[in-house]
């Protein structure tokens, strides 16, 4: 409550992100104007409605834009019918590249049960300029999600982006368990597999992209 109504904030708070961003670039980086899931269930499973979805990823998409990022990146998707819509929605918005990644459990499916291989089907004939994985569960499962996706849509750019291991706590604080050293040993294996967009997610650190 302490944070007051922060969805009245969008423009604002969308803005000040892509500033920030941009100055950090400083014209040797692309800057991502990243757009994650709303949170709730769609219909019929949950009450958000297509077309309100569609409408509220156009929103967001549309003032990235005006901020001035170079690419709309829809990231940590668990339910194939809001990625669609998010795309279509940053699609009404802006004609920008739009980036897609989906974030997977160790049983290589989301949590809403996707599939590597239904994501890369359905979502890159969409128009994505890359498509991939991000966050989820570890690291170990990435190169076979990646391998799924490039063998269902062989011609998919894929995107590489995972956490810094799994979270533990200790004294209070998380902590993930994959240093610099230790995830960046993972990206020859994410090349192999068929990457060409290679990061990394929640845990990580500017040393862990350096390592990369």
Known sequence: DHLGDLGAR???????????????????????????????????????????????????????????????WIETMNDLQEAQAAIEGARHATDMPIFCSFSFTRRSRTIMGVTPEQVARTLWPLG?????????????????????????????????KPNAGIPHLEAGRTVFDLGPDDLAAYAPRFVEAGAQIIGACCGSTPAHISAI
């Open 10 to 72: 969008t423009a604002e708070l969308n803005e000040a992100g892509a500033r920030v961003a941009r100055r950090a670039a400083d014209g040797r980086a692309f800057v991502a104007g990243d757009v994650g899931p709303i949170g709730e269930l769609m219909a019929p499973l949950g009450e958000l409605q297509y077309t309100d979805v569609v409408n509220s990823y156009s929103e967001q998409a549309r003032i990235l834009a005006d901020s001035g990022v170079d690419l709309i």
């Open 128 to 160: 994505l300029a890359a498509v991939g994985a991000n966050c989820g569960e570890g690291v170990e499962h990435i190169p076979g999600v990646l391998q799924a996706m490039k063998k269902a849509q062989p011609e998919a750019i894929l995107i590489a």
